[in-house]
């Protein structure tokens, strides 16, 4: 049987407090179309921006990723919500009455040398700004791991969203969320659970390249790893659900899985005019409306 929502979470509209690259808001209504008429648990183990979890509001779940910074974040907001908005409040002011540029540049070297490591919510707070800030949400690291991402061009961007930031913290309580890859976040998957999986996307063309949350990346062996992984939690009983690129290698990985190509809107590219929409695939393991 479906889980039910605490009183007061269905007429709770919550929308995603971070601009994450390859995030899934404008893919949530197809997504919620393929999703299995009753399930028991929620699993999210490539959580990112968490469009879908902050849509569907799951009463039991577990969300997972192997951006430490971010996992981090989530646990944060969801603990003390209050003192990451007063301390992304001053980030916002600082921003917009100082030269905002350099502001953002110096945010970020600060990041890169770890300026809150013992301050967890001033650590969450500037990983926020610098979301928000950078060019369109992508998180990036380089080989040595730091983060160098350009400032983005926004004119005033909504760097502190009180309320969007506390109906995260809301939707969050009673959620386990843990750093780890998918194998960790799903071990616990039982017959009757709901998975939905959104890794890095296999490259639309040879010229484009792997994209990655962290410095590890997510290549063909990985996406033959997932795949392998996804037919053994639906053997177990677990209803699965993946996003990914409509190319034939993905649709070679999950043959014998429903496959549904959707177009979405492509929202992350250097070149403007690239932007526009783009096939992706929807995977179940089961039969849809089941």
């Known amino acids: 049987m479906r889980c039910i929502l605490p009183e007061g979470r269905f007429n709770l509209v919550v929308k995603p407090f971070l601009k994450y690259a390859g995030g899934k808001a404008r893919l949530v209504p197809e997504l919620k179309k393929r999703m299995p008429l009753t399930w028991h648990r929620y699993f999210e183990p490539f959580v990112g921006g968490g469009a879908l979890f902050f849509d569907v509001q799951p009463a039991v779940a577990t969300l997972g990723d192997i951006n430490g910074d971010l996992i981090d974040v989530y646990h944060a907001l969801a603990r003390d919500p209050e003192r990451v908005i007063n301390k992304l409040t001053l980030h916002h002011q600082r921003h917009r009455y100082a030269a905002d540029e350099d ?63 506390l109906s995260c913290a809301k939707a969050l309580d009673g959620t386990k969320i843990e750093c780890g890859d998918y194998l960790k976040t799903t071990a616990g998957a039982i ?54 690129s409509d190319v034939p290698f993905v649709h070679e990985l999950y043959d014998g899985f429903h496959i549904d190509v959707v177009e979405c809107n492509r ?22 409306g089941g």
């Open 191 to 244: 017959r009757g659970d709901f998975l939905y999986c959104d890794p890095p996307y296999v490259p639309m063309s040879k010229t484009s390249s792997f994209t990655s949350y962290d410095a590890s990346g997510f290549g063909e062996v990985e996406q033959r790893a997932l795949a392998d992984h996804a037919r053994a939690l639906a053997r177990r009983g677990v209803y699965v659900m993946l996003s990914n």
């Open 103 to 165: 502001y953002y540049y110096i945010m970020r070297e600060l990041w890169n040398d770890h300026a809150w490591e013992d301050d967890q919510i001033g650590r969450t707070a500037a990983f926020i700004y610098l979301n928000r800030t950078c060019f369109n949400g992508l998180w990036r690291v380089n080989s040595s791991g730091a983060f160098n991402v350009p400032k983005g061009k926004y004119a005033d961007p909504k760097i502190c969203n009180a309320e969007r930031l």
């Open 267 to 288: 929202a992350i590219n250097s070149k403007a005019a690239k932007r526009g929409k783009v096939n992706e695939v929807i995977i179940t393991s089961y039969q849809i």
